[in-house]
């Protein structure tokens, strides 16, 4: 079974700086996506970034970018220029690319608190 | 386009008794996916449903059931709440059932058991 682990519980950041958040996940398919989710208070999950497996480029969506790391199973995501409206809790999710039993769920970390500071 | 919507959107029960959750996905999405959260487990994932079938069931008790109907609307049923069916209810709408597509959240329904 695959698992998804975010050692950072809670990170702060000032307003305007760029923050890294960790993910690392287990895995021994070699076909996969991961994804980046954001929560605010409203409790709504937003997509925030997305990532094939098979893609050696790193996806960028705005401020957002992630650094992938096949090898070592590592999928942190970066936000430049640091925004108020980007607290919320984080979630790094996997989920897997064979179209088989439960391969639809996506399988998610504990989460990561990011608050923001003027 | 409208997100994925849930109702109700917030729910108060007493133990023993039964509840039921409706999701509207995103239009001309066919697929449905439902997540609990809580504090203590995180997110897990309920089941999913495309095309009125359900295709993949995670690791609950035969409690849960869910069933989509024809337009793509889904509803969740918990049978005999107990206190720790406590939690958000998340639903999520994708365009097919292809890996490669991207699940969109919505509001979530928050279900309290006392």
């Known amino acids: 079974a695959q698992t998804v682990t975010q050692s950072q519980p809670e990170m702060s950041v000032q307003e305007a700086e760029t923050v890294t958040l960790s993910c690392t996940y287990d895995t021994s398919e070699s076909d996969y996506y991961l994804f980046w989710y954001k929560q605010p208070p409203s409790r709504q999950m937003i997509l925030v970034i997305r990532q094939e497996a098979y893609k050696q480029q790193n996806a960028t969506e705005n401020r957002f970018s992630v650094n992938f790391q096949k090898a070592a199973k590592s999928f942190s995501l970066k936000i430049s220029d640091s925004q108020l409206g980007d607290a919320a809790m984080y979630f790094c999710?996997?989920?897997?690319?064979?179209?088989?039993?439960?391969?639809?769920?996506?399988?998610f970390g504990t989460g990561t608190r990011l608050q923001v500071t003027l | 386009k409208a997100g994925v919507t849930q109702t109700p959107r917030y729910l108060i029960k007493t133990r023993g008794q039964q509840v039921t959750l409706s999701c509207s996905p995103i239009?001309?999405?066919?697929?449905v996916s439902w997540y609990q959260q809580t504090p203590g487990q995180g997110l897990q994932f309920l089941f999913e449903?495309?095309?009125?079938?359900?295709?993949n069931k995670g690791n609950f008790p035969g409690r849960f059931s869910g069933r989509q109907f024809s337009n793509s609307r889904s509803e969740m049923n918990v049978s005999t709440l107990e206190l720790g069916d406590s939690a958000l209810y998340l639903c999520a709408s994708s365009v097919q059932d292809r890996v490669s597509d991207t699940q969109y959240f919505g509001p979530g329904t928050r279900l309290t058991v006392l």
């Open positions: 999710a996997y989920r897997s690319a064979f179209n088989t039993g439960t391969a639809s769920k996506l399988t």
């Open positions: 239009s001309g999405h066919r697929s």
């Open positions: 449903y495309f095309s009125e079938t359900q295709r």
